[in-house]
């Protein structure tokens, strides 16, 4: 499973931005796709994930501000980030896991927020 992600950029407080994965290769034995993200000297974090016709997990430190969807005929997922904050700063992976647990992580994208 292959994953490329795109959306990040520069974005002022308060501000809004759409980040997008889309899947190729084994894509039949993705069974959740998601996002996390990493700060600078911190370990990678969970943001939001949606299994397969599931229910949406997301950190409390998101939740009424970001929303995540996955449209399953072009294999993608999204994350739409709102009100975002300068301590949000950071690269933000897209996750997906297989029937059998493995992960897969895409190449990470640059989040800045900063006025």
């Known amino acids: 499973v292959q994953l490329q992600a795109s959306g990040g950029g520069l974005v002022q407080p308060g501000g809004s931005l759409r980040l997008s994965c889309v899947a190729s290769?084994?894509?039949?034995?993705?069974?959740?796709m998601g996002w996390y993200r990493q700060f600078p000297g911190k370990q990678r974090e969970l943001v939001a994930s949606?299994?397969?016709?599931?229910?949406?997990n997301y950190s409390d430190s998101v939740k009424g501000r970001f929303t995540i969807s996955r449209d399953y005929a072009k294999n993608a997922v999204y994350l739409q980030m709102s009100s975002l904050k300068p301590e949000e700063t950071g690269i933000y992976y897209c996750?997906?896991?297989?029937?059998?647990?493995?992960?897969?992580w895409g190449q990470g994208t640059q989040v800045t927020v900063s006025s």
């Open positions: 996750h997906a896991q297989s029937t059998v647990g493995v992960s897969y």
């Open positions: 290769g084994r894509i039949n034995i993705i069974t959740r």
């Open positions: 949606l299994p397969n016709g599931g229910v949406t």
